[in-house]
């Protein structure tokens, strides 16, 4: 497959070019600027340089595949994480593209309560306290506008007919793969972690898995094996 990363510099990108990189699929990482060249080539990939709040209709075309795993890390939300997303949708609908893949937030479709009494939760099952940092972003009602915006980029994508999945990721970490993840239907009534890694993994079965079409899945480290998980 012809596949495109949108997001292919970021920490989540960059393990999907990793993992990408031992398959035989032909592989093109969308950046916004040229400093970002060495971080999509030095995994073999193709480069396309393109910003996701302009004209994007040209970088979608010839692709079988796009997985989308950009994001603005709080800095442009409704410009980055909606209407990017909504513009690589709109664009891969016109170019007829097969697949598309997107990273989604546990906390989608979620309240703001719900969803901080969870992160409590969590980190008290396991005789932890909540890092204060954690804790004040997820209070932040500039993170409740940034799951609203995800939420609203989810029902574009699948209004939009494309044969589409998303997984719901919990909270993201830089721990090596373990290469096992605990994989729930639609939407989780926990809290928990992945690492990058394993996100990516989870990516790459999912691609071609026909049991994966237009679903959504929440997905956290877990003991089942990611060759295992959507069957």
């Known amino acids: 497959m012809k596949i495109l990363i ?3 510099s970021g920490k989540t990108g960059q393990k999907v070019l990793e993992h990408l990189a031992k398959t035989k699929h032909v592989v ?12 999509v080539k030095q995994f073999g990939a193709e480069v396309l340089l393109g910003d996701l709040e302009g004209d ?3 970088l979608t075309k010839n692709f079988d595949a796009i997985i989308f ?28 593209v ?11 479709g979620k309240n703001p309560q719900r969803f901080i009494q969870e992160l409590k939760e969590f980190y008290q099952k396991n005789n932890e306290i ?13 993170y409740h506008t940034y799951i609203e915006m995800k939420n609203l980029a989810e029902k574009h994508l699948i209004d939009s007919g494309l044969n589409y999945t998303i997984l719901r ?20 009534n926990t809290f928990g972690k992945i690492s990058r890694d ?7 079965e999912a691609l071609e898995n026909e049991n994966t079409y237009r679903k959504i899945y929440t997905i956290l480290d877990g003991d089942m094996k990611i060759s295992r998980c959507f069957y």
């Open 98 to 108: 097969k697949r598309f893949l997107y990273i989604g937030s546990i906390n989608t």
């Open 130 to 142: 909540v890092p204060e940092g954690l804790l004040k972003a997820t209070e932040n009602p500039s």
């Open 69 to 96: 795993v950009a994001g603005s890390r709080g800095k442009n939300v409704e410009g980055v994480d909606y209407q990017g997303l909504v513009n690589i949708v709109d664009a891969a609908v016109n170019a007829k």
């Open 56 to 58: 994007v209709n040209s």
């Open 198 to 204: 394993n996100v990516a993994h989870c990516f790459i």
């Open 169 to 188: 990721a919990g909270l993201l970490t830089l721990d090596p793969g373990s290469d096992k993840v605990k994989v729930i239907s639609g939407t989780s």
């Open 6 to 8: 949108v997001g292919a």
């Open 28 to 39: 093109t990482g969308l950046i916004r600027n040229l400093e970002q060249i060495n971080s």
